[in-house]
C-alpha cells in the first residue's frame, strides 16, 4: 500500500482538530497542536539529515499521547501511522 504524504498531512490535520477542544483546559494540548504544525512543514522537506530527528518528536508526541488515549484516540492512532510511515520512509531514503 503506498501511502501519500497528504495522507500524512490529513492524519495530522485530524489529531490537531481532535486536540482543540483541549486547548483551554491544558497547556500540553496547545504545545502539541504547535508541534503538529511544525511536523506538517518539516514533511515539505524530509531529508536522511533530519529524518531521524523528526521520527524522535513524532515517537515522543506518541508516547506522551498514550495518557489520554481515552480522550484522544484519534490522535494516538495517527501519530502512530505517521511514525511507522516516517520508519519505512527512512528505510527508502
Do not use: H, W
Not at 486536540?19 to 512543514?41: C, H, V, W
Not at 522537506?45 to 484519534?74: C, H, M, Q, W
Amino acid at each position: 500500500m503506498v501511502v501519500l504524504m497528504s495522507e500524512v498531512e490529513s492524519k495530522i490535520d485530524e489529531c490537531i482538530a481532535e486536540l482543540k477542544p483541549y486547548r483551554m483546559f491544558s497547556s500540553e494540548a496547545s504545545n502539541a497542536i504547535k508541534g503538529l504544525e511544525m511536523l506538517k512543514e518539516q514533511l515539505k522537506n524530509i531529508t536522511k539529515e533530519n529524518i531521524d530527528e523528526i521520527i524522535k518528536r513524532v515517537e515522543e508526541g506518541y508516547r506522551g499521547s498514550l495518557a489520554y488515549a481515552n480522550f484522544i484516540p484519534k490522535t494516538v492512532e495517527n501519530l502512530r501511522f505517521i511514525k511507522e510511515y516516517l520508519e519505512k520512509m527512512k528505510a527508502s531514503l
